[in-house]
């Protein structure tokens, strides 16, 4: 997973509070997607940008979450508000080109007390 | 939205064992890709199939893309402890941006 850079790798919040998960894409990458995954379960789309434009944002929950890819620095996914039902793994992946491969960070732990 | 049917959803196999799974979709997609998640890390690509009826290895491991477009399958041989993991499919579908859809996992399971 060398290359796609995530922080924090893990993360508490109390209820109420605000989550801010980051992303580096790897060199050279302008794609950057989100995704979701809860314990045993698969990947759940949830955000695609491509440098401050959000191409596909049909897997993300419409309150309380928000994506960015700003034109400097590293794509951040916001959680506002946070409930028990957000502790999950944040994953974030990044390619080259929308035809080309995505290659995935290592993922932040967003646990909710 | 899109599925993808991944199956088995869970094997345990002795090592050495010959491995084999697959997905299948009701689109047509244009890229199969496999990807393989250890505890605690994300998703490493594995193979990348771009072509109808291609066979393409990466060691002891084997896709093909399916000659309908709509499956594809993944061989392990000789399994050893280290291949413990969840193996995830997924496929981009043709037209629009080409979004990437991935399967439901097919977590695999080792015995010494």
């Known amino acids: 997973n060398a290359g796609v850079m995530q922080n924090p790798r893990h993360l508490v919040r109390r209820r109420g509070q605000e989550a801010r998960l980051r992303c580096s894409p790897m060199?050279?990458?302008?794609?950057v997607y989100w995704y979701r995954q809860l314990p045993e379960e698969g990947l759940k789309f949830m955000v695609y940008l491509q440098k401050e434009n959000i191409i596909d944002e049909s897997g993300m929950p419409k309150e309380r979450f928000s994506a960015e890819f700003p034109k400097e620095g590293p794509s951040i996914l916001r959680i506002q508000q946070v409930v028990r039902g957000d502790s999950a793994a944040y994953f974030c992946?990044?390619?080259?080109?929308?035809?080309?491969?995505?290659?995935f960070g290592d993922g932040t732990r967003l646990s909710i007390l | 939205g899109q599925q993808l049917n991944q199956s088995p959803q869970s094997m345990f196999i002795q090592e050495g064992e010959d491995v084999s799974m697959n997905c299948t979709s009701s689109?047509?997609?244009?890229?199969w890709l496999w990807y393989k998640q250890e505890p605690g890390e994300g998703p490493v690509l594995l193979i990348a199939?771009?072509?109808?009826?291609e066979l393409t290895s990466n060691g002891r491991l084997t896709a093909q893309f399916g000659i309908t477009r709509k499956d594809s399958f993944l061989n392990i041989s000789a399994s050893i402890p280290s291949d413990v993991g969840i193996y995830f499919c997924?496929?981009?579908?043709?037209?629009?941006?080409?979004?990437?859809?991935f399967g439901t996992g097919t977590k695999l399971q080792v015995i010494p």
């Open positions: 992946a990044s390619s080259s080109d929308r035809n080309q491969p995505q290659h």
């Open positions: 199939l771009y072509k109808a009826g």
């Open positions: 997924a496929g981009r579908e043709s037209g629009g941006y080409q979004k990437v859809t």
């Open positions: 689109s047509i997609f244009n890229t």
């Open positions: 060199k050279g990458h302008s794609h």
